[in-house]
């Protein structure tokens, strides 16, 4: 783990967090929506500090997940969990990228043909995911 | 390509039509500024700005002297990046936002020697680096590193 720090488009958004190598990419179809096309690219971190927090837009597009972006220049900010401290701010916020690789695809029944698989990388599906996520659910509601 | 498409962002706040001439191919450019503001990968494919018609709130942020990128104000989702000569420029679209896109092919990729490590796209498509598509693009006065 380590300290990266990185910034939003037009600099209204900076975040400093400790982070670990390794990102998730989701193809889900709501992030392709979201980020525009690509999947989106969820750097692991912890502690993850904002300054400018009050031009952070946030939207709930399920009753669980969380997305910002700067309400400013619309720069991917973050997906977290509603009510908890975001696990991953967007990769291309980051100031320094280096030594950052992609372990884990989720929704990858909803990867574009043209995107190859990273090798390596834990794989999974959509129903997949919604079991895991209907179990963790659970375990918050009981 | 000529067909009618249409388009929307994640809380269907927006809707975006085209009507007629579209290269139906998304491009990637992976320059620092489309890296910030997507958070990772940007992709776009061109429209003739007479097939394009928008509907709904649309946040503009002018991220060059020469041109703006558009997103939905209530969820965020990224929607077009436009040259600011007026009403003349073409659209360049986030294909995201269009079911039919999920299955085009990529046209090409730019700032290609720039683009992060763990995103390395394959295929024989076309390629510029940075150098390559500056000297082409001379307006551009430099990108954000």
Excluded at chain 1, 73 to 85: D, F, K, L, S, V
Aim: glycine residues 10%; negative net charge.
């Amino acid at each position: 783990m380590g300290e990266r720090t990185g910034q939003c488009l037009c600099g209204a958004v900076t975040i400093r967090a400790d982070m670990g190598d390794t990102i998730q990419a989701c193809h889900c179809v709501q992030c392709q929506r979201w980020t525009g096309g690509g999947p989106y690219l969820a750097a692991k971190a912890s502690d993850v500090e904002i300054t400018g927090g009050k031009k952070v837009a946030a939207y709930h597009a399920s009753e669980w997940g969380e997305r910002a972006v700067c309400g400013t220049c619309g720069a991917t900010i973050y997906w977290r969990m509603q009510g908890r401290e975001p696990r991953s701010v967007a990769v291309g916020l980051l100031d320094d990228q280096s030594g950052l690789t992609v372990t884990e695809e989720i929704f990858v029944d909803h990867r574009p043909a043209w995107l190859p698989a990273w090798q390596g990388a834990n794989q999974s599906t959509e129903a997949q995911e919604l079991a895991k996520l209907q179990e963790f659910l659970a375990e918050q509601m009981p | 390509m000529s067909e009618t498409l249409e388009g929307h962002c994640l809380c269907g706040a927006v809707t975006i039509r085209i009507d007629g001439e579209h290269d139906p191919r998304p491009g990637a450019c992976h320059c620092r500024m489309c890296q910030r503001w997507t958070g990772g990968l940007f992709l776009c494919f061109y429209a003739a700005a007479e097939t394009v018609t928008v509907e709904g709130p649309v946040t503009r942020f002018a991220s060059s002297s020469f041109a703006e990128r558009a997103f939905c104000p209530k969820c965020g989702s990224h929607l077009w990046m436009r040259d600011l000569d007026g009403t003349t420029s073409g659209y360049d679209l986030m294909p995201g936002l269009f079911d039919a896109a999920r299955d085009w092919p990529l046209r090409s990729e730019i700032y290609a020697d720039c683009a992060m490590a763990s995103v390395r796209l394959e295929g024989n498509h076309h390629r510029e680096t940075r150098a390559e598509y500056q000297a082409k693009n001379p307006h551009i006065e430099g990108d954000a590193r």
